[in-house]
Every structure is written in C-alpha cells, then in structure tokens.
C-alpha cells in the first residue's frame, strides 16, 4: 500500500514559480511511477508530469514542456514539481498519483494511488 501527500500550494502572481512536494509511503523501488495531474474548475482532470522511480526518466503533457520540471529525492521518498513562468490557466488543485507500471500512462485511470490535492491559483 502507497500513501501520497502532497504540499507546497498556494497563491502566487503571473510569471511566478512554485514547487510541490509528494511524499510517498510504502515501496518505491522497481516499476513505481509518480505523476502530477490537475483539475480545474469546470474541466476534467487532465495530466502534467510523470517520473519513473527507477532511471528517472520523464515525461510532460504539451501545456507544461519547458516550464515545469518533475523530480525525485529517493532517500526522501519525495517527488517534487517546480513550476516556472505560471499562467492564470494553469489554476487548478494538483494531485500526486502512482502506480506500478512498465509504461508511463497519461490517463487518470490507470494510476492506482492518489494524494489529496493542494490548490495552486495564478493571479493575472
């Protein structure tokens, strides 16, 4: 069994960065995979980042590429989202996920763990 909590969310101005935290609970190591999705009001939940626990390999939805950035702290069991150049568009509440897979899945359904959520808003 996995436990996800996220924090680190907030209000920041357009242009602006923030960070997430994820820490994981339970194993990690060979085909664990933790990803970030996010919700906005109104929208389904779409996907943003993932990493491969082990490697590291990465990978980003279109909206993000090139401004945020997904990263893993093993000894910490914690996985971090830095967010740079933040739009009003990116406002959401952004969920940690993970599962054991081979493969790096975009869909929501194919993760098997889920953190609670931390809001981010980007003022304009």
């Known amino acids: 069994q996995v436990q996800l909590v996220e924090s680190g969310g907030g209000l920041v101005q357009a242009g602006g960065s923030l960070r997430l935290s994820c820490a994981a609970s339970?194993?990690?190591?060979?085909?664990?995979?933790m990803g970030w999705f996010r919700q906005a009001p109104g929208k389904e939940r779409e996907f943003v980042a993932a990493i491969r626990w082990s490697g590291g390999s990465t990978y980003y939805s279109d909206s993000v590429k090139g401004r945020f950035a997904i990263s893993r702290e093993n000894a910490k069991n914690t996985v971090a989202l830095q967010m740079n150049s933040l739009k009003p568009e990116d406002t959401a509440v952004y969920y940690c996920a993970a599962e054991y897979s081979l493969a790096i899945h975009r869909r929501e359904s194919e993760y098997d763990y889920w953190g609670q959520g931390t809001q981010v808003t980007v003022s304009s």
């Open positions: 339970g194993r990690t190591s060979g085909t664990f995979v």
